[in-house]
């Protein structure tokens, strides 16, 4: 499902306001409304955001969860891994996580 779709779902599942989302899932009060606006958000941003709303239904209690992210291993297993924000943004000096 699309970051945008998620996230209007997630606001209309909880009942919460745009800016207090903003808030809590990247520290950016206008995200949501910047976003509706037509604003693109780096793939690092909506990791960290779709690892908040699977965290904030699992500790809601709620049974559905999704995975944050999920690798394939080279013998296609599925690897499930959360989402790290420390190892997001390479220009701010974090490891991407690659290897070479």
């Known amino acids: 499902m699309h970051i945008n779709r998620r996230i209007e779902r997630f606001l209309r599942e909880h009942d919460m306001p745009p ?13 949501v409304l910047d976003i509706r606006l037509g604003r693109e958000i780096r793939p690092c941003t909506a990791q960290r955001i779709s690892a908040f709303i699977d965290g904030y239904s699992l500790e809601r209690g709620d049974k559905k969860r ?23 943004h390479p220009a701010r000096g974090h490891n991407t996580g690659e290897t070479a």
């Open 66 to 88: 999704q995975p944050a992210l999920v690798l394939k291993s080279h013998d296609n297993k599925n690897l499930e891994r959360t989402f790290d924000s420390t190892k997001c």
């Open 19 to 31: 800016t207090k989302f903003g808030r809590l899932a990247a520290h950016d009060p206008r995200i």
